[in-house]
């Protein structure tokens, strides 16, 4: 945001609906749907991390029994500032709940896919103490015309690679690119491999495994990241607070293509929305499923 500030009002939002752009926020991201969530200060928080298990022996009648001190370390987690400004006509002045709903409908699922794409790898990490799963290891799904699914194989091969590093593959993050090859994937007799009936929305697991779909779990390249895979029980994202929103009414906002919007003249105001949040994880329980071409939409 830039030019003109100067007639910029903070809205305390009733904690109804605070806690409801919370929660929307959380449904529009499949990651804080996986990942544990945990109570994040304002100047971070260190979080304690095993890097070995603990192992266990058999003993004697009255043998000493043995003593296994698992291997421990830190990391910091911070919260970082995710923002968006979303322009409104006056005619919202009119009724605070219409503005309320529309802040509930449209800026939580900006946020959520925001963070996913960020957790992801598709959007450059807002600090050092904030993990991605950019370099994690890769599996693809191309598809195939020939009978079988190397989608399959794709996702079996990252659950065996995760598994390798002391992980359980216990949910799946899928782009809508990744869930129009897993819908063609078929057996050797052209039976779909990923869905019971038609009628079923999407793909709700995969391999018992809870599945969700996100938009930020697409990263265009050479090949494409079209989902993630790992064990979410060693990822975790705090939120330092609520929302924060601000409203201008006075200011020029700059868009992405350059052009300007002036909201005293264009009878606008403008609604600022703020989160502070932080994400961890152990990337090496993390896997991501590619694939060179996807479906057209």
């Known amino acids: 945001m830039s030019g003109i500030n100067t007639n910029r009002t903070n809205i305390a939002l009733p904690t109804e609906v605070s806690s ?31 890097t070995g ?16 001190n698992p291997s421990l370390s830190t990391k910091i987690m911070r919260g970082y ?25 449209r800026l939580p699922a900006i946020l959520g896919e925001k963070f996913d794409n960020t957790v992801f790898g598709g959007t450059a990490a807002p600090g050092d103490d904030f993990d991605t799963l950019a370099s994690v290891n890769a599996h693809s799904l191309t598809p195939s015309l020939d009978t079988g699914s190397p989608a399959y194989k794709g996702i079996t091969d990252a659950v065996i690679d995760i598994s390798m590093n002391g992980g359980e593959a216990n949910g799946f993050v899928i782009s809508p690119q990744a869930n129009g090859i897993l819908l063609q994937a078929t057996d050797d007799n052209w039976r779909p ?35 993630f895979t790992g064990d979410w029980t060693k990822a975790m994202y705090g939120i330092v607070s609520g929302v924060n929103i601000t409203i201008s009414e006075d200011a020029t ?32 329980v993390f896997n991501k499923l590619t694939a060179s071409s996807v479906p057209s939409f």
């Open 53 to 68: 298990d603990p192992t266990a022996a058999w003993v004697g009648e009255t043998a000493a029994k043995p003593v296994s």
């Open 81 to 105: 500032k995710l923002a968006v400004i979303e322009p409104f006509s006056d005619e919202f002045r009119r009724d605070y709940a219409s503005l309320y709903q529309a802040l509930i409908q």
């Open 253 to 284: 906002l700059e868009l992405a293509n350059g052009s300007t919007i002036n909201l005293f003249q264009q009878n606008m105001f403008a609604v600022r929305a703020e989160i502070e949040i932080g994400f961890r994880a152990d990337t090496t």
């Open 20 to 50: 409801e752009i919370i929660q929307k926020t959380q449904e529009g991201s499949a990651v804080m749907k996986l990942a544990r969530k945990i109570n994040l200060p304002g100047n971070g928080v260190t979080i304690p991390v095993i």
């Open 193 to 227: 491999l990923f869905i019971n009936s038609v009628a079923e929305s999407g793909i709700p697991k995969i391999l018992g495994a809870d599945t969700y779909m996100s938009k930020g779990a697409f990263i265009s390249g050479s090949p494409n990241v079209v989902g």
